[in-house]
């Protein structure tokens, strides 16, 4: 019973450090399985510190996979136009 909740402790462990933060939770999310719904949500995370490069290549990825992800379009339109920050 001792290992089982030592061994359980160590999962719950590893896990919170995925969840630790959005960028931590995407980035795993597109490591283990790559979706559009992953990359734009990482783009919009690291759109919030400003990274705007790293932000219209993910809107990009977003699209690549699901072309009509609507959410993705405008923000990479806005963002290619220079308008104001999407959100």
Do not use: C
């Not at 001792?2 to 490591?31: C, I, M």
């Not at 559009?36 to 995370?45: E, R």
């Not at 990274?51 to 990009?60: C, E, G, I, R």
Request: proline fraction near 6%.
């Amino acid at each position: 019973m001792v290992a089982a909740a030592v061994a359980l402790g160590a999962l719950t462990w590893r896990q919170a450090e995925v969840w630790h933060d959005p960028t931590s939770l995407w980035t795993h999310a597109l490591a283990t399985h790559p979706s559009a719904i992953a990359h734009y949500n990482l783009a919009v995370v690291i759109l919030g510190r400003g990274q705007l490069a790293d932000a219209v290549s993910h809107f990009h990825r977003a699209l690549a996979i699901k072309p009509g992800l609507r959410e993705a379009q405008e923000n990479l339109d806005q963002l290619l136009a220079g308008g104001p920050s999407p959100g």
